[in-house]
């Protein structure tokens, strides 16, 4: 099979095969995985989904370091290739998505029955595989950690990656009032047609002022909850527009800045800052995550969520969807494709 090997760390947006590339050149020498339990399943992946935590990973920056060589890749969606003898949920031909720590950057993985979702009928593959770690980290974080109410005023950072577009739909769902930043034209379009109340392009206009003069055109006092992706200088900046009780998700830091957020200010003005490291719920609340992707599953077939894509590549076009992510070109979702009639979308 065809899978994409880490051999060394290193900057992903190389060509595989290269002298400098951190993985190997692409071949359809790598076994295909062996069913490892009675309840194990081997899934054949039809999409798997590019995150930022990937992209740490392959350059060892990322809080977890798989020893090498190791197969990058976490949320994805295909079909039942073969099942364990205890398997009693799915069989051959069912189509699931999961998600994993490493390894669905190639065309076989293997998990536990008890990880593997049912991909609603009438889902198409490429969404649900872009749903799992995006919409997941927005709805623990917006739903279950900040308890986001109807009327409530969200303000969300890097509002047009994949976890940021996540963020908008959801707190259009939840009933919140959505503020949105990005870069670019296109991108506050896009965000507008999926239903922000106001954006702004943080590189053209104050960011500040431009969401102070929305909330006062609509009586409003101030930011009720703050989705950062970001982090940096439009962290602390977004801070002043925070109302007394608000909550403040600290999602990641794509601007490589951590900022700093000074615990007297939280004290007066009665905070709750939460810390979000979404993948950790698998081992410390398992039921909790499991209940919230059973929600978007059943959002996404009711139209309630899109997953939008961005970008699709083949496996041996790893590269440039790494150098599309780090160069912020998409509007939502980086997808990798597998199979021979996979067809490069940019």
């Known amino acids: 099979m065809e899978a994409l090997v880490v051999r060394r760390l290193g900057d992903p947006t190389l060509p595989p095969g290269g002298d400098d590339s951190p993985f190997e050149a692409i071949s359809g020498d790598q076994p ?3 069913l490892s339990s009675p309840t194990s399943v081997r899934v054949r992946v039809a999409a798997t989904s590019l995150n930022f935590a990937n992209f740490l990973q392959v350059q060892g920056k990322y809080q977890e370091r798989p020893p090498l060589p190791f197969v990058p890749g976490s949320d994805y ?3 039942v290739d073969a099942v364990g003898p205890g398997v009693r949920k799915f069989r051959p031909g069912d189509r699931v998505c999961s998600l994993a720590s490493v390894g669905s950057f190639a065309e076989f993985i293997v998990t536990e029955e008890k990880g593997l979702f049912v991909v609603p009928d009438g889902c198409d593959l490429v969404a649900a595989g872009a749903l799992l770690v995006a919409f997941g980290t927005s709805h623990l974080a917006l739903v279950h950690r900040a308890q986001l109410k109807s009327g409530q005023v969200l303000l969300v950072l ?3 990656g994949g976890v940021g577009v996540s963020a908008v739909q959801i707190g259009k769902v939840c009933g919140a009032i959505v503020i949105a930043v990005a870069r670019g034209v296109e991108k506050l379009h896009y965000l507008k047609s999926i239903g922000a109340d106001h954006v702004i392009d943080s590189s053209k206009e104050n960011v500040i002022e431009s969401a102070k003069s929305f909330l006062k055109a609509r009586g409003l006092k101030g930011v009720d909850v703050l989705y950062d992706p970001v ?3 439009l962290t602390q900046d977004s801070l002043k527009l925070l109302n007394w009780g608000a909550h403040i998700l600290l999602i990641g830091f794509a601007s490589g800045d951590v900022p700093v957020i000074r615990a007297n200010i939280a004290l007066v003005k009665n905070w709750t800052i939460h810390g979000l490291y979404w993948g950790s719920y698998l081992i410390h ?4 995550l499991i209940d919230s ?3 978007l ?3 996404l077939s009711k139209g309630l969520i899109t997953a939008k894509i961005s970008h699709t590549y083949r496996l041996p076009e790893a590269h440039l969807a790494f150098a599309a992510l780090r160069d912020r070109k998409a509007v ?3 997808m990798l494709v597998m199979g021979s009639s996979a067809k490069s979308r940019l």
């Open 32 to 34: 295909v995985p062996e």
């Open 77 to 79: 969606a295909g079909v």
């Open 158 to 160: 890097g509002a047009a």
């Open 231 to 233: 982090g940096g200088k």
């Open 285 to 288: 609340r398992p039921a909790v």
């Open 293 to 295: 992707l059973n929600e």
């Open 297 to 299: 599953l059943s959002w």
């Open 332 to 334: 939502g979702k980086v």
